[in-house]
């Protein structure tokens, strides 16, 4: 199962500290036993609550001024969303970060009920 959030971010353009707008759409992937009695893995509520803080430090800011990123390619982003939000869904076995539907990042996690 999956649940996708979009978000618009500043990143670098150039060393003069200029920044461009970015729109990007995240898609959370989880692994995992379906409940019989729910039909799902976790309530995407759920999983939208406990992404809230990371998309919180994302949306309508500058990457660069992330805690500890790496890059701010797709790529880059995608593993600091993965070491921030990782731990609170253990299920997450996949995040997929696309800048536009043609380009993006997909980065496989080792899901711990997977």
């Not at 200029?18 to 759409?25: A, E, F, M």
């Not at 609550?49 to 500058?62: C, E, G, I, S, T």
């Not at 500890?68 to 731990?87: K, L, P, Q, S, V």
Request: with cysteine.
């Amino acid at each position: 199962m999956w649940k996708e959030q979009r978000f618009e971010a500043a990143v670098p353009f150039d060393h003069a500290g200029r920044y461009t707008g970015h729109s990007y759409l995240v898609r959370l992937v989880l692994t995992g036993i379906m409940s019989n009695h729910t039909g799902w893995v976790r309530d995407f509520g759920e999983i939208k609550a406990r992404f809230k803080p990371v998309y919180a430090q994302l949306d309508h800011h500058p990457l660069d001024r992330l805690p500890a990123i790496d890059a701010t390619d797709c790529a880059g982003i995608a593993r600091w969303i993965a070491r921030e939000f990782a731990e609170s869904v253990p299920e997450l076995c996949r995040i997929d970060l696309l800048e536009n539907p043609d380009e993006g990042a997909v980065l496989f996690l080792p899901a711990a009920n997977g």
